[in-house]
């Protein structure tokens, strides 16, 4: 089972940033990639941090000594997702303090958390529906 989550991670890592990757180098507006003014500005500290957990920590499942182990798997998958969630942070904190806009956007604020929930629950389902039949695959196989 262990070792089923840790390919699933290393593939998913590898995947996200070939696309990443590939959307940097192709796009038309490079503002959406802005690698050089998020590594370097004045939250950089917190952008590293997401980029290696994001990148690096997935990577070392490689070794199977650290990939044996249940709570450092757990580690990696929180790191994985730190960068989302601190991602939602700024965007909830920001949508709070937009006093240079007019009229009141507390409905957005709304269907901000509504979206985001409603994403985490179906990404949730989408995996467990997969790892699911993947195990039901191998125990019909057996």
Do not use: C
């Amino acid at each position: 089972m262990l070792n089923l989550i840790r390919w699933t991670i290393i593939f998913y890592t590898i995947i996200t940033w070939t696309f990443y990757l590939i959307g940097m180098a192709t796009t038309e507006k490079p503002d959406e990639y802005a690698f050089i003014n998020r590594a370097t500005g004045v939250y950089a500290w917190a952008y590293w941090i997401m980029f290696l957990s994001a990148l690096i920590l997935p990577l070392t499942l490689f070794f199977k000594k650290l990939a044996s182990k249940f709570w450092y798997v757990l580690l990696v998958v929180f790191g994985i997702k730190s960068g989302m969630y601190f991602e939602r942070f700024v965007i909830i904190v920001t949508s709070f303090h937009r006093d240079y806009l007019d009229g009141n956007r507390n409905i957005e604020l709304i269907d901000l958390f509504v979206f985001g929930i409603g994403m985490i629950f179906l990404q949730g389902i989408v995996i467990t529906i997969l790892t699911l039949g993947i195990f039901e695959i191998i125990k019909r196989k057996r």
